[in-house]
Structures are given as C-alpha cells and as structure tokens.
C-alpha cells in the first residue's frame, strides 16, 4: 500500500517527532553538520529513527533535513549531497521496515530568491540532486517543510515531482500575528500556500513547527476552509519553548498533546506527528488517543 493509498482508507496516521533535539541529545555539538552523522554516527541515528516506529509511528522522516548543497555548503560539504542523502533514507528505511513510510526530508536552502542570493535554475537544481539521493536511498515520500516563502516551496515541490514517483508533502511554518491569523516570516497565509504548493503538484500539504498543538488546531481550520480535501499533516512543537535555568525546554506534555489530538483530528488533520521538542513519548500518546 503506499502512502497515499493508505490516506484514502481514512484513518488518521501517526508520523515522528523531532529529530534536531534528539540528536543534540544524542551529543550532537552546535556548530557539527547533523547530516554528517548518517555516516559517523550512523547506529544514533537509527536509534532515533526505530524509537519513533516503536512508539507507533506509521512513518519517519530521515535526517536530511539541512541536507542540501547549499546547507552542507556551511560545513565543506557541498559535494557529498548524494552520499548523505541517500544514508539517511537508507537509515530510516531500515528502521521503518516494508510496512512503515519513510519521508525524505527536505528543508529551506537559507537563500532568498528575491535577495537575488540564487537563480531559479540553481534553487531547482539543489533540491533535484537532494531529492533524487532520497528516492534512491528508499524514501516512499518527499517533505518539503519547515517552509517560509512560496517561490522556493514551490521549486522544492516541483524538483520532487518530476524528478521522482514520490507523493510529495509540503508544510509551511506559520506564526500568530498580532491581529490572530497565522502567516510565516514571509507573509505567506496558509491559504496563499495552499494555492500554490497545491498548483506545483503537492499531494499533502500542512504546517510544521512554529506552534504547539493548540494553534495547529486553528491553521488547519484555515487550510480545510480552502481545501476540503486535499490531506493535511500537522507536526506541533512541545509547545512555545520557554527559557527555564538557562536552557530552552518545551513545557507540553506527552498528555498535553494527546488531550488536544481528537480536536486537531475534528479540525481536518489526516497526519499527526511533532516538531521541536517532542519525543517517543509525546508521539505514543498520540498514537494512543488516535487510536
Ligand atoms: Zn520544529
């Protein structure tokens, strides 16, 4: 069954939580290329990958999020995109196994199409290397999230339809503004995404990150006001991280953001997973109150 099909049966679905604070964890260093670990590190980053499928998850992300050319660039690592992509898909898939889907993922680039920081052509580019590496390493899907401006989710989305057979998800991080509606750092409202992602070919679409459960709630009923039916995923954070004795922490807990789940389900989510902060506990008792 793939992944869409497996959407169409109707039941809701659980996806993984973070990956970027668990290997921080794991003793990831500021300033290390997480996407160098698929290599170096490679048994940490299936643990993280298995601990999720453990917890319930029906699928995982790989540890590609910042694993674009011009992302690895950062670290001298601009030419082993194809190797780094494609152990982390590999890594995932063998924690997911045959019956559980892995999400390739992709993140924003950092550069600024209307800065002029990139052409068109070179954005495009990028994603194609990075996500044909993911479809080779056995990724059953593509996510583009974490994404602010629409141009270069839009280029992201297209490079992975028609350089790959894989659905493609797109989510948008969005924050509340000060009259209460939700738009990302680049002004972009979950109904002017919808629009275009759903135009470049994207199969889900959603948002990630930015926002605890509770907010979730209210950008899924923007999406599902102008897309009755195209399948939504939402990965909350624990939360909005509050600074207690120095260090960042996320204040939901694992019963915080199950209690909210059957709200989020009535809202319009068909994929549920999270974002900064969460953990395998978080992500099975979210699996518990779905099912
Ligand atoms: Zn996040």
């Keep these: 069954m793939t992944l869409i099909e497996k959407i169409e049966t109707g039941q809701t679905l659980v996806s993984d939580g973070a990956w970027g604070t668990f290997l921080h964890e794991k003793g990831l260093k500021p300033g290390e290329c997480p996407e160098l670990w698929n290599i170096t590190h490679p048994d940490d980053v299936y643990d993280i990958a298995k601990s999720y499928i453990d917890a319930g998850a029906d699928m995982i992300e790989t540890n590609s999020f910042g694993g674009s050319r011009f992302k690895l660039a950062h670290y001298g690592l601009a030419d082993r995109v194809v190797e780094l992509n494609e152990a982390a898909a590999a890594i ?4 997911a196994g045959d019956d559980h889907f892995v999400l390739g993922s992709v993140g924003p680039t950092g550069k600024i199409l209307m800065m002029g ?15 044909i590496a993911l479809a080779n390493g056995g990724a059953d899907a593509i996510v583009v999230e974490t994404m602010s401006a629409i141009d270069e989710a839009v280029l992201a989305v297209k490079a992975a339809k028609e350089n790959s057979q894989l659905p493609v998800i797109c989510t948008f991080t969005f924050e ?8 990302t750092m680049m002004g972009v409202s979950p109904e002017m995404m919808t629009a275009a992602v759903v135009d470049a070919g994207a199969d889900v679409i959603g948002t990630n990150c930015g926002n605890g459960m509770r907010k979730m709630i209210d950008i899924i009923k923007a999406f599902r006001a102008v897309a009755p039916d195209i399948p939504l995923l939402v990965h909350a ?3 909005a991280p509050i600074v207690k004795d120095g260090k960042t922490v996320f204040p939901e807990t694992p019963e915080d953001m199950s209690d909210l789940t059957p709200a989020l389900i009535s809202a319009g989510a068909n994929i549920i997973g999270g974002c900064c902060g969460t953990t395998p506990a978080h992500i099975s008792a979210i699996a518990k109150s779905i099912k």
């Design 92 to 95: 995932s898939k063998q924690a």
């Design 117 to 131: 920081d990139v052409t068109e052509k070179e954005l495009y580019e990028g994603f194609k290397e990075q996500i």
């Design 176 to 183: 509340q503004t000060i009259d209460g509606d939700y738009k």
């Design 237 to 239: 954070n624990a939360g």
